[in-house]
């Protein structure tokens, strides 16, 4: 009897709740004109985009998607509020006044940790004459923003193998395309053969490059490419060419270690920030030790301009990522996790390509027994047994690091400015089955 009275208890409030919410979101009338609709993503302690530029003040319908691990809200600054469990959507219709909205996570702690954002009205548009149909600027903002996001191909994690031979001729093509960066956001890039990041180049000590760089008459922009492990000229190698051009940059393998080539066109902060980088690996003459798995992994930076459009170049000069990411696409390896032997040598080939932010590289449950940063070496079994827990990587630096892992189990990476993990700085490295308890 008494599980009878709850059970009814709990259908009267279920009943009321619903109720309660229907009436809180105004239901579309037939004559109404059509709503427009913005999308925000939840992050593990973030909003994507965090900046939403809307052409006009009005009701707006807003998609929200926690996309994290964690419980989050949004509270926007008219009272409005949306609880979304992780993994699980939610929508409300919003009024939008001129003067913009902000909204933040109203769980303890998130707002401090970086949950919050804004609504910006532009009124970017020129009056619409009464007469005329107002329909041409909606449908095009419309079109934009309920826009189907493609998921994503992972980023192939494993170094390429060292390439035979001493002379090696590369292919770079600038491409200009919109690709995802992070579940549900998309970005204008600017890329090397489609892909951020580009191709990994692996040579040697002594080893002759030709990179043949072509920028496709199709282009809007003039790009260029500078090889941070070549010595040569700036103003020869590197200078940039026009859409419909094509260019030679001859160098040589001097030095070995982790390096950074980009795009250097004017503004070099534009074409970096928009995806045009790349990691080369020259190993020593004689090789490096065998070990069983090798990766390649690229920390860099995402600037999300207005939905799909070009790098918020303004965001960019001011530190302040949309995301961060391993490999071109936040939290990829999170949900994509490496996979390794347990108790095998892996080496990790890591470039930071920035542009702006310092990397503290970090793979919590390991040690690093070797690291070779900038030319400096922490050597395996050395005398007096000293390791390595984080690697420090200012933008354009790159490092050697290995390790083993212990145990079957999962061992995220990350850079220990724990600010970035929320932003997408996180994937996870899955020795053996990953569970600890098999
Ligand atoms: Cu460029």
Redesign the pocket.
Known sequence: MLRYLKTAIMLLVMTLVACQSTSSISPKRADAPAVESLSINMLDMGYAPAKLDVVHAGRYQVNVANTSTVPHDIVFSNGVKLVVAPNKKASTFLDIPESGLTFSCSLPGHKEAGMMGRIVVNNEDPPVIEDQPAIKAQTKHEHKSTKIIPDYTPYNPKAPVLQSGKVHDIHLI?EEKESVVAKGATQQL?TFNGHVPGPVLHVRVGDTVLVHLENPRTNK????VDFHASQVAWNDEMT?INPGEKKLYEWQADYAGVWMYH???NPAL??IA?G?YGMVIVEPAEGLPKVDHEFAIVQSEFYLGKAGDITDLHKAGSHSPDYVVFNGVANQYKDHPIEVGTGKKVRMYVLNAGPNEDSSFHIVGTIFNRVIKEGMELVPENKGHYGSQAVDLAPAQGAIIEFTTAEDGLYPMVTHAFNYVGKGALGLIKAGDGDPKN
């Open positions: 600038a600017w922009l003039a790009h260029s940039s795009c250097g066109s534009h074409h928009s045009m």
